[in-house]
């Protein structure tokens, strides 16, 4: 079982980005799906999550109202959308996804690492000021 993260690069701020999570071995389209970072010397932190259903989303207050997660079953990817980046918002950003199907947790429960039980290998989003 594979996440494949891909989408960073370099971006002005004020910018936006999308990241994809392509996941192959199996599907997580009935799954928890979420989205970390981790910025140098920094702890790992949440971002986004969604729900199995897809029906609900949660994001951390660093990035609600510029951040979007999403999911494309047909595809077994899951995107981050990205708009107004900040130099704060440089780091690496990992996928994760929850192992088992049609789970549903307390809210709180979404950011925690614990949740996933595969994770993709990052991908650098770099805002410059």
């Known amino acids: 079982v594979q996440l494949q993260a891909s989408g960073g690069g370099l971006v002005q701020a004020g910018g936006s980005l999308r990241l994809s999570c392509a996941a192959s071995?199996?599907?997580?389209?009935?799954?928890?799906m979420g989205w970390f970072r981790q910025a140098p010397g920094k702890k790992r932190e949440f971002v986004a999550a969604l729900s199995w259903s897809g029906g609900s989303t949660y994001y951390a207050p660093s990035v609600k109202g510029r951040f979007t997660i999403s999911r494309d079953n047909a595809k077994n990817t899951v995107y981050l959308e990205m708009n107004s980046l900040k130099p704060e918002d440089t780091a690496v950003y990992y996928c994760a996804a929850d192992g088992n199907p049609r789970r549903t947790y307390l809210e709180a429960y979404y950011a925690s690492p614990g949740l996933y039980d595969y994770w993709g290998q990052g991908t650098l989003v770099t805002v410059s000021s």
């Open positions: 071995g199996r599907t997580f389209s009935n799954s928890v």
